[in-house]
């Protein structure tokens, strides 16, 4: 199935390096990264997986959990993670989700129907497994983003990207282009000046529609 944003996810079935669970149970009460891969030990991935294990003490400090997926096997996954590891000089210690059958690809529409893994594959022949999924505590879909094989991901930009969602998730605010977290958020249309003087405080009318204030 294709997600769409405010889907809940299919509460999927995973093998990892790190177990076997349901998606559901892994997300729990956490806002949740999924970052998928075509293939293990290639060189674009590994600097990715890299930065994602880098960046371990900023997930935990937004309650985020994160798991990657490749189209390996669990054993191509445990020897991988060294050379993460290696790369990096950081812990991997997020479970990669073993989909060396499709099925999480397929379920979530990450390839076409009839994709399948030739012999001897490269990480061509899955090319289009490149894609974030955040997902929000209720396992509702908040975001995706897809990459072409050529372009590694900004990590940065995906930090941002969730502290964006946490900043308006079931608030009446939105962020403007190129906002970071701490600096001020737009009210939403759905508050007049007045409720949303009474909610927020002190609002800046920049534009009758496009009215800013601090970040709750």
Partial sequence: MALRINDIVPN??????????????????NWTILFSHPKDFTPVCTTEFGAVAQLSAEWEKRGTKVIGLSVDGVDEHVEWKADIEKFSGATAGFPIIADDDLA???ALDMLPADAYLPDGRTAAD???????????PDKKLQLSMTYPMSVGRNFAEVLRALDALQATYQTPIATPANWV???????ALSLNDEEAKAKFGDIDVKLPYL????QP
Avoid: N, Y
């Fill in 12 to 29: 999927l079935d995973l093998k990892t390096d790190l177990g076997e669970f349901k998606l559901h149970d892994f997300i729990g009460d």
């Fill in 104 to 106: 999480v690809s397929k």
């Fill in 126 to 136: 899955s090319a289009s497994v490149r894609v974030v999924f955040i997902f929000s």
């Fill in 211 to 214: 009215r800013t204030t601090r």
């Fill in 181 to 187: 977290a701490g600096q001020d958020v737009i009210v």
